[in-house]
């Protein structure tokens, strides 16, 4: 499994790493998993799985929540992903 966080630095550093600390928690047994990080252009927060969109902050207007994600076996676990992990670059 394949997980990739394209976001704002200035914006969005935190949230994106608080994602893939949880993500390697949640998977820490999981020898196949690989998480990728990528700045992106200004506002932007996008989680992908295996290539597919999972979640976009510009389509939804919102930051993501755990339960909003389908993040393997971080599924439906309280993760600490909230609208609050907001920067303040955009």
């Not at 990739?4 to 998993?33: I, Q, R, W």
């Amino acid at each position: 499994m394949e997980y990739k966080v394209k976001f704002c630095v200035g914006c969005y550093l935190p949230l994106a790493m608080g994602l893939t600390t949880k993500l390697l928690e949640a998977n820490s047994h999981d020898e196949e998993l690989s998480l990728k990080i990528q700045p992106g252009k200004a506002g932007t927060f996008e989680i992908f799985m295996d290539g597919k969109l999972l979640f976009s902050k510009e389509r939804t207007e919102k930051l993501p929540n755990t339960p909003d994600l389908h993040l393997g076996n971080a599924q439906g676990n309280e993760t600490g992903l909230t609208s609050e992990n907001t920067g303040s670059c955009c």
